[in-house]
C-alpha cells in the first residue's frame, strides 16, 4: 500500500554544539526493561516505556517525515560507529546533517497518525512545529522526559519517569533534552 501523505516537522532553532549522539544497546544482565529486586519484586526501566509506547502506537503503515533543524552538519558516519557492524563498512565515509531531533510517523487502520520525536540534545531543549496533512488535528500528546536528563526509574523510586499524557492539543511543542513525545492526530 503506498501512502500519499507527508508529514513535515520544523525545528525552530535553538542552536547548541557538541551533542553526543547514541543507540540504545541492550548489555547483557545491565540495562534490562524490567529491573529485579533481591526482595522478589520489580519495576520497568525508563526505556521500558519506550518501548510500550512505540509498540502501542506506531502502528500501520510508515510515513515519511521531512526534519529541518539545528544539529551537526556534515557528521562522518564512522565517527558513530563505536561498535563493529553500527555501520555499514559501504557506508562509513558517507556524511550527513544531523538534527538534535529525530522522528518517526506512522498511520493505523482508522486513520490516526502517530508521530515519534526524540531530542537527542543532552542539553538544549528544541522548539518545534509540526506541519500536518490536510484535516488533521493533534489530539492526544504522550511524553517521557525528566528535568534531569541523568533520571530513571530505580528501588526506591520506581515511577520516577513515567509517560504522561500533556494537557494540550498544539502543534508547537518544547522538547526537553533527551525527552520522547508521541503525538497523536487524526481528522
Request: proline share 4%.
Amino acid at each position: 500500500m503506498t501512502i500519499h501523505k507527508f508529514l513535515s516537522i520544523s525545528v525552530i532553532a535553538i542552536l547548541s554544539y557538541g551533542e553526543a549522539h547514541t543507540n540504545y544497546i541492550f548489555p547483557v544482565n545491565g540495562h534490562g526493561l524490567v529491573k529485579t529486586m533481591a526482595n522478589g519484586d520489580a519495576y520497568r526501566s525508563t526505556v521500558y516505556y519506550v518501548f510500550e509506547l512505540y509498540r502501542k502506537y506506531l502502528q500501520g503503515n510508515m510515513i515519511p517525515v521531512s526534519i529541518t533543524g539545528p544539529g551537526h552538519k556534515n557528521v562522518l558516519l564512522s565517527d558513530y560507529a563505536l561498535i563493529e557492524g553500527d555501520v555499514l563498512d559501504s557506508a562509513k565515509s558517507l556524511k550527513q546533517d544531523l538534527c538534535f531531533v529525530d522522528s518517526a510517523a506512522s498511520i493505523d487502520d482508522n486513520g490516526i497518525i502517530s508521530i515519534t520525536l526524540v531530542n537527542r540534545s543532552y542539553k538544549d531543549s528544541q522548539d518545534i512545529r509540526l506541519k500536518l496533512p490536510r484535516g488533521y488535528k493533534v489530539f492526544e500528546i504522550w511524553n517521557l522526559e525528566s528535568e534531569d536528563v541523568n533520571a530513571g526509574n530505580t528501588a526506591e523510586n520506581p515511577d520516577n519517569v513515567v509517560p504522561l499524557v500533556l494537557n494540550t492539543t498544539k502543534s508547537t511543542l518544547t522538547l526537553l533534552p533527551c525527552s520522547l513525545t508521541i503525538v497523536r492526530c487524526k481528522k
